[in-house]
Structures are given as C-alpha cells and as structure tokens.
C-alpha cells in the first residue's frame, strides 16, 4: 500500500518526535540517577569533615586545659572554652546532616562526644578546684575517652572511605551508563534518519523524478513513463499528467488535420523568412511538396519585384499589427499567383504565422466585373440614353404626326427604357461607392434636418396609401454626407412605404449613444423573414421572389444603402418590429 502524502509526512514528524521523547526521558533519568550519586558523596564528604572537626576540637580542648593547668594563663583557658562550645555546636550539626549507612555508628560517636563534653566539664571544675587526685582520675578518663572516641571516628572514616569508593565506582558505570545512552541513541537517530530517508526517497523522491520526468516530457512532445499505481497525491498528479499528455495529443491530431486540411497554406518562418512548419496546401498553390519548403525562405516564393515592399512588410509587421496585403507569387512552374497574406507575430515564438490566401481567381473577377462596368457605362448607357431622345423626339412629332396608339407604346418604351437607364445609373453608382472611388462630402448637420427632407422627398407616395409619420428621441447633430444619408433615408422610408398597408403608420426614432447615433425606420408590412435578413442588403435580392415583378424593385436600393453607411464606417440592418413589421436601422459614428 502506498501512503499518502500527508500520511507520510505525519510519519516523518511523529517518528522522530516518540523517538526524541523516549531518549530524553532516558537521558533524563540516567541524569538524574547521577546527580543523587554525587549528592550522597558530597553529604558523605560533609560528614567526614564534621567528625574530622570534632576530633580536633576534642584534641584542642584537652590541650589547652592541660596547658591551663600548668600555666594558669587565662588564654588557654578561653580556647578551651570555645574549643568546648564548638565541639557542642558541631555534635548538633553532625547529628543534623546525619544520612550515612553508617548512621548508627555516627550515633555511638555523638554519645561518645557527649561524654567527653560532660568530662572536661567536670575537669574544668577540678582543675579551677585544685583537688590533684580527682583530677588525674579525670584526666587518666578523659584520656580513656578520648582513645575509645578517636577509635570509633576512625572506624567511621573507614567505613566512610569505603561507601565513597563505591560511590564513585557507581558513580562511573552511571557515566558509563549515560554515554552509552547518548552513544546509542546517536546510533539509533542516524540509522533511523538513514532509513527514513531511504524510505522516502523510494517511495516519494523517486515518484516525484518520474513525475518531473513525465512533465517535462509532456513540454518536449516525447513518451511519458509508465503511469504511477497507488492513491496517493503524487499518482494521483501523475495520472493527470497521463490525461493531460492524452487529451494534449489529441488536440494536436486535431489542429494537425485541421492545418493540414485547410484549403488555404498555413505557414510559419522567422524573422528572416525562413520556413519552419508549412502545410500541405502548399502544393496546390505553389507546386511545392511541403517538405521541400523547410528550411527555404519564403522570399525564393515571391515575385522579385516585390520582395523588397514584402520585407518591408514583414518589418512593420513586428512592431504592430498589419492588415492583411497581397503579394504576386511564384509557382514551381513560373505561373505567378496573387496571395493575400494575413501575418501574426508572435514575440515568443520569435516568428511570423501566416496565412496564404489565393485570390488570383478573385482578383480576375473583379477585373472582369470592372470592364463590365466599363462596357456598361460606355457601351450601354450611351446608345440607350441616345434611343431615349430618339424616342422622345419621335413621341413629339419631330419626325412627322404618329397616331395614338403609337405614342402609347412610345410612352410604354421610353417608361421600360427609363427604369433600364437608372438601373444601369444605380448599378454604376453601387460599384464606385464599393469600389471608394466617389468621396464623401462631409460636414456636419442636425438629424431633424436629414429626417426633414427625406420625409418631404417621400410624402406624396405616403399621402397616395394613407401613411403617415412619426419621429421620436433627440435631435443630435451627425457628421456625414448629408445628400448621401438623405439617399439612404429615403430609400428606406421608400421600401416602407412599399410593404405598409394603407392607413398605417411608419415610425422614426433617433438614439443618441456615446460612439454613434443610430436611426430606426418601424413600419407596420409582412416583415422581413429571418433567412432573407442579410440577403436584403445584397445586389439584386429582394425579401420575396414576387417583389421583383409586383412592386417593380430592381433590388439595389439597400444595396446602395450599405454601401453608403459602409462609407461612413457604420453598420446597417434589419430586426422585428414588436408591434408586427421590419424595423431598418442604421449606425454612424459621432
């Protein structure tokens, strides 16, 4: 079973803490068996040094008594009275510190001590008496005394000698005793540190290498060690490693597919240019293997008259972020391409992600599309404009009297032909305000006033179904192309105008925001239907496929609308009404 991480570490702090516990509860007591052997010697050694005084106090009394006897000199006779008040005073002290085994004999000295007290009481008496004969048979006692108390001192001090020496010799197996404690418990702490760490490198340490191993093979994309068992943390962090590994690799398949798949070149260079990583779409566009690109500079692919506007491009492109530009390109073959790249720098990566877009296709489109603009405006407009006077001059009589019936299908024709020649107008229109070739004719003007003239422009049409108008929010003053915007107004009041019912009423609102003022345009029709909402505002789409024929729209007014808002940088679009109907609205920027 493999502990857990705080199991461990519970046994790393509770181990180590009993085995401190135990071996100073040891060394303590070992300590203090010591200390009462030394304390036994030292009142033993107080003892002896007592009993040695009274011997000599006993000796020095006797002395000077004797002294004082022959001499009569009143010095000896005070010694011999403090040798004598000593003697008592060091009798009470010895028999109060009395602790000895030898207790007993310490007892019989005492009393012993005490007789010859009472006798050199008695000989003071005498000799201060001078009677000779009691006084020698006091003294030949005395002496007696003395002999049989210097004996039993002597006994004493013997036997005293005798439990000092096993004091000490105890007193050295008790050292013995404690340096072997301190000795094996020493022992014991290092073996236990040793085992412990031994313990813990297996089974933590050695978990955490393969866990650091696994991590940093998981920054390196290699294999991963074999999944670590147990319910611990560390097998716990490793099999998420192992998910994470897993789940990393998949996204890596994934994002290999997806890069791989793309239809447009995915590519990664350097600073230089150098190709590190390139998709297989390469092959298609260039006619390069992708593994015949790496390593090669992605400036062998571009035209060389442009290499030197693309480096300048790619330097830009480092500093800030660039807007997508387009470059001619070559294939394997010589055939040149036009790319549009779209380029990220990453300042980690310390390289350029790039996207090639082909847009060869696109751009001979649009080639196309302009000279059928051209053909349009030069080819078209010009002789129909001139079959319109002709008809006009025709449909007056310039060219002799024509009968009724033939002036109304001159009328018919110059009407068809009329509607032919501002679509071609609109539609030219539409191509310079996409294409940014007419300019805008700024300034600045109140949002009533646009409302104004554009509500003039449509209100007849209004009046001949019964609808009328109304305007709400506030009036805020909008820099724009004031003829332009109108235009936009007007063709929306215009198509509201077209799908209201009769006797209904179109609503205008102006919200004032801090960025922008955005225009609402409610009316009470059918509605826009949610898959047509962004169809709408393309060329020649309308909300229903019968609004072409019944309602005659050529479908380019919203068209126009965009591109004009467009222009401004706005946004257009449609919504909902609430109370039934479309609501178009349009933003411009303050």
Request: charged share 25%; net charge neutral; glycine share 6%.
């Amino acid at each position: 079973m493999v502990l857990k991480l705080s199991q461990k570490t519970a046994l790393l702090i509770v181990l180590p803490f009993c085995f401190e516990v135990t071996f100073v509860t040891v060394l303590v007591n070992a300590q203090k068996a010591l200390e009462a052997e030394y304390e036994r010697e030292f009142k033993a050694k107080d003892e002896l040094n007592l009993i040695n005084a009274e011997l000599r106090v006993m000796l020095e009394a006797g002395a000077s008594l004797g002294m004082y006897h022959a001499t009569r000199d009143q010095n000896f006779l005070e010694r011999f009275r403090r040798c004598h008040a000593d003697l008592q005073k060091l009798q009470k002290t010895l028999l109060s510190k009395s602790t000895l085994e030898n207790e007993l004999d310490v007892s019989e000295f005492n009393k012993g001590v005490q007789e010859v007290v009472t006798t050199f009481d008695r000989m003071e008496v005498l000799v201060n008496s001078g009677d000779r004969l009691d006084l020698m048979r006091s003294v030949f006692a005395g002496n007696a005394l003395a002999g049989k108390i210097s004996a039993m001192g002597n006994a004493i001090l013997a036997k005293a000698n005798s439990v000092n020496e096993a004091q000490r010799k105890n007193e050295a197996k008790l050292r013995t005793a404690l340096d072997y404690v301190v000795l094996t418990g020493l022992f014991l702490n290092i073996v236990g540190v040793i085992l412990m760490a031994v313990v813990f490198h297996k089974s933590t340490t050695g978990r955490l290498n393969v866990l650091w191993k696994n991590a940093r093979n998981i920054t390196s994309g290699l294999s991963l060690e074999p999944a670590l068992t147990g319910n611990d943390e560390i097998a716990a962090i490793d099999n998420g490693l192992h998910q994470m590994a897993e789940a990393l690799a998949a996204a890596r398949d994934r994002e290999l597919a997806f890069t791989e798949n793309a239809v447009d070149v995915i590519c990664a260079f350097d600073k230089s240019g150098q190709i590190q990583r390139i998709n297989r779409a390469s092959s298609n566009l260039f006619g390069y293997q992708a593994k015949d690109l790496l390593n090669t500079s992605i400036f062998d692919l571009v035209k060389p008259s442009e290499r030197a506007r693309s480096a300048e491009l790619l330097l830009k492109a480092t500093d800030r972020e660039v807007t997508p530009f387009e470059v001619t390109m070559l294939r394997k073959d010589g055939a040149e391409r036009i790319v549009q790249w779209a380029l990220r720098w990453s300042g980690i990566e310390r390289g350029f992600f790039a996207v090639f877009h082909d847009i060869s296709e696109q751009k001979r489109t649009e080639r196309l599309r302009q000279e059928v603009v051209a053909m349009v405006s030069h080819d078209l407009r010009s002789p129909l404009t001139a079959v319109d006077l002709s008809l006009s001059m025709l449909q007056a009589g310039s060219y002799g009297a024509i009968e009724d019936k033939a002036k109304m299908v001159l009328a018919r024709s110059r009407e068809s032909l009329g509607r032919l020649i501002a679509m071609i107008n609109t539609l030219l229109d539409v191509e310079k305000l996409e294409s940014g070739s007419i300019k805008l004719d700024y300034s600045t003007v109140s949002s009533k006033v646009l409302l104004d003239k554009a509500i003039d422009t449509v209100v007849a049409l209004a009046e001949s179904k019964g609808i009328g108008f109304t305007s709400t929010g506030s009036n805020t003053e909008i820099r724009c192309d004031a003829e332009k915007i109108i235009s936009v107004i007007v063709n929306l009041l215009s198509n509201a105008i077209k799908f209201s019912p009769a006797d209904s009423v179109i609503s205008i609102n102006v919200i004032q925001d801090l960025a922008f003022t955005k225009i609402d345009i409610k009316d009470q029709g059918r509605g826009v239907p949610a898959e047509n909402k962004e169809l709408i505002f393309e060329r020649f789409k309308q909300s229903e496929k019968t609004d072409e024929t019944q309602l005659k729209g050529s479908g380019l007014g919203l068209a126009i609308c965009k591109a004009i808002v467009e222009a401004h940088n706005g946004d257009i679009g449609v919504t909902d009404n609430r109370e039934g109907g479309s609501c178009f609205w349009f933003c411009l920027p303050i």
